[in-house]
T-cell receptor, first 110, second 117 residues
Framework: GQSLEQPSEVTAVEGAIVQINCTYQ??????LSWYQQHDGGAPTFLSY????GLEETGRFSSFLSRSDSYGYLLLQELQMKDSASYFC???????????FGAGTRLFVKA | NAGVTQTPKFRVLKTGQSMTLLCAQD?????MYWYRQDPGMGLRLIHY???????AKGEVPDGYNVSRLKKQNFLLGLESAAPSQTSVYFC????????????????FGSGTQLSVL
């Protein structure tokens, strides 16, 4: 089968750094993506890792290790507006369908 | 630049009624998807399409049908609605498969809140 595991909730303080982990089990995929979703809104694309290593986009960084079936999203200099749900996702090589994890709810406190 | 547009935004159905959700994208994307989102369960793929005239089943296809008669439109149908189909439905699209790096970047519509009583 195929599945992605994420923590259900993470709480952090404004200005801090937080890491959201994603472990997966899948037979084959092109890469690992991350999406952000605010309450009542649509998911929006944050980052994508096709290769192992770290990808940086402003305050957000994402990491992938295919050998460990593991990835993470790193958010730096947390702001209150970062309070949202974050989803990891993989696009499978068989059929090009994109499957999402259950999501991690991030609470940023003042 | 509209992106991905879903209609309607809200709908209430009675058990057994049918309806069609419409998704339209103006980005010339090859791939289109229908997801449902329930509390605590993330986004689950219902059906998807890799091009005009093609459709395929996702993780939770039962009770739904889809059609992709035109490249820009992807329709999701419920033939006989059930309370278990109460959910928020999202349509998404992504770039051509020719560029693997862009394949996984999905663009989402604003969602449809469906309640089945």
């Amino acid at each position: 089968g195929q599945s992605l595991e994420q923590p259900s909730e993470v709480t952090a303080v404004e200005g801090a750094i937080v890491q959201i982990n994603c472990t997966y089990q899948t037979s084959g995929f092109y890469g690992l993506s991350w999406y952000q979703q605010h309450d009542g809104g649509a998911p929006t694309f944050l980052s994508y890792n096709a290769l192992d290593g770290l990808e940086e986009t402003g305050r957000f960084s994402s990491f992938l290790s295919r050998s460990d079936s593991y990835g993470y999203l790193l958010l730096q200099e947390l702001q209150m507006k970062d309070s949202a749900s974050y989803f990891c996702a993989v696009a499978h090589t068989g059929g090009f369908k994109t499957i999402f994890g259950a999501g991690t709810r991030l609470f940023v406190k003042a | 630049n509209a992106g991905v547009t879903q209609t309607p935004k809200f709908r209430v159905l009675k058990t057994g009624q049918s309806m069609t959700l419409l998704c339209a994208q103006d980005m010339n994307h090859e791939y289109m998807y229908w997801y449902r989102q329930d509390p605590g369960m993330g986004l689950r793929l219902i059906h998807y399409s890799v091009g005009e005239g093609t459709t395929a089943k996702g993780e939770v296809p039962d009770g739904y049908n889809v059609s992709r008669l035109k490249k820009q439109n992807f329709l999701l149908g419920l033939e006989s609605a059930a309370p278990s189909q109460t959910s928020v439905y999202f349509c998404a699209s992504s770039y051509s498969k020719l560029d693997r790096g862009q394949l996984e970047k999905l663009f989402f519509g604003s969602g449809t809140q469906l309640s089945v009583l």
